[in-house]
T-cell receptor, first 116, second 111 residues
Framework: NAGVTQTPKFRILKIGQSMTLQCTQD?????MYWYRQDPGMGLKLIYYSVGAGITDKGEVPNGYNVSRSTTEDFPLRLELAAPSQTSVYFC???????????????FGQGTRLTVV | GQNIDQPTEMTATEGAIVQINCTYQTSGFNGLFWYQQHAGEAPTFLSY??LDGLEEKGRFSSFLSRSKGYSYLLLKELQMKDSASYLC????????????WGAGTKLIIKP
């Protein structure tokens, strides 16, 4: 019962470095999301995808990129890391997102990223 | 603008009852979620409300009043394992029905 799997769990990056956060789900969900969570703040949506080949910006997309070549995988790319990107990143997926739908999102275990 | 307010922190006693409030101002309304998040872990789904009233699920209940932009999560017979943050999230009508998240309420349970 893997659900949503994120790697790595922890990472320290130097300013200007790049990295990819991996996310894969085995529930055949069409909808996938990347959030960041900062202390004292609500989850902020970075990017989301409604299916393979389709991605769109969320609330805070600057400095990030995504791709969705398969239903299962939704990697998040950080280019030119900055201290402001120090955060905990969560990948999530859901079966549906329709208005009124109570279908919940399933979250990965998170990636704690520090940029120094 | 869109906003969700929750108390930052609450303390309660093991075995007691606690109510965590959430007020929201969003562009339209298409449902409200409550999630539980233990420290260092991922959020997990607790409840969903889209119509006014109370939804009960074991020791946890969630209430919604759309006219007041208000919800609460009621936890009964508190256990030490209920120590966690509780996140309120609202799905509005903007931006493809994305969720707007509150900052969460940290609940501390004391023996």
């Amino acid at each position: 019962n893997a659900g949503v799997t994120q790697t790595p769990k922890f990472r320290i990056l130097k300013i200007g470095q790049s990295m990819t956060l991996q996310c894969t789900q085995d529930m055949n969900h069409n909808y996938m999301y990347w959030y960041r969570q900062d202390p004292g703040m609500g989850l902020k949506l970075i990017y989301y995808s409604v299916g393979a080949g389709i991605t769109d910006k969320g609330e805070v997309p600057n400095g990030y990129n995504v791709s969705r070549s398969t239903t299962e995988d939704f990697p998040l790319r950080l280019e030119l890391a900055a201290p402001s990107q120090t955060s905990v990143y969560f990948c999530a997926s859901s079966y549906s997102r329709s208005p009124g739908s109570g279908t919940e999102a399933f979250f990965g275990q998170g990636t704690r990223l520090t940029v120094v | 603008g869109q906003n969700i307010d929750q108390p930052t922190e609450m303390t309660a006693t093991e075995g007691a009852i606690v109510q965590i409030n959430c007020t929201y101002q969003t562009s339209g309304f298409n449902g409200l979620f409550w999630y539980q998040q233990h420290a260092g872990e991922a959020p997990t789904f607790l409840s969903y409300n889209v119509l006014d009233g109370l939804e009960e699920k074991g020791r946890f209940s969630s209430f919604l009043s759309r006219s007041k932009g208000y919800s609460y999560l009621l936890l009964k017979e508190l256990q030490m394992k209920d120590s966690a943050s509780y996140l309120c999230a609202v799905r509005g009508l903007d931006s493809n029905y994305q969720l707007i998240w509150g900052a969460g309420t940290k609940l501390i349970i004391k023996p």
